[in-house]
Nanobody, 124 residues
Framework: QVQLVESGGGLVRPGGSLRLSCAAS????????MAWYRQVAGAQRELVAR???????SYADFVKGRFTVSRDNAINTMYLQMEFLKPEDTAVYLC??????????????????WGQGTAVTVSP
């Protein structure tokens, strides 16, 4: 069994900072591209940032210059450092990972894992 767990969300004032973590666990062989999304109730999920296995990152225009995605492959964890937060950044943040994992012995399978999300609220 493999899973992703996000943490680090909370309530922060406009202009403040938060650091989110996304930790993968289980019988993981490798994590390829990983990404952060966010979702507000009633709206479509939107891509925030993506990072390749080699560390190449890309960002949505609405977070460029404010958010930084990184990963530590040694501990199967991705981070999202969020600076200069705005009220419109309020959302549930979810992570995803293209995951190759063991299904028994040396057999491998592939899936796109999703976490359950961590809530970020930006409010005075």
């Amino acid at each position: 069994q493999v899973q992703l767990v996000e943490s680090g969300g909370g309530l922060v004032r406009p202009g403040g900072s938060l650091r989110l973590s996304c930790a993968a666990s289980g019988s993981i062989y490798s994590l390829n591209a990983m990404a952060w999304y966010r979702q507000v109730a009633g709206a479509q999920r939107e891509l925030v940032a993506r990072i390749s296995s080699s560390g190449s990152a890309s960002y949505a225009d609405f977070v460029k210059g404010r958010f930084t995605v990184s990963r530590d492959n040694a501990i199967n964890t991705m981070y999202l450092q969020m600076e200069f937060l705005k009220p419109e950044d309020t959302a549930v943040y979810l992570c995803s990972a293209q995951t190759t994992y063991y299904v028994g012995g040396s057999r491998l399978s592939y899936t796109e894992l999703w976490g359950q999300g961590t809530a970020v609220t930006v409010s005075p």
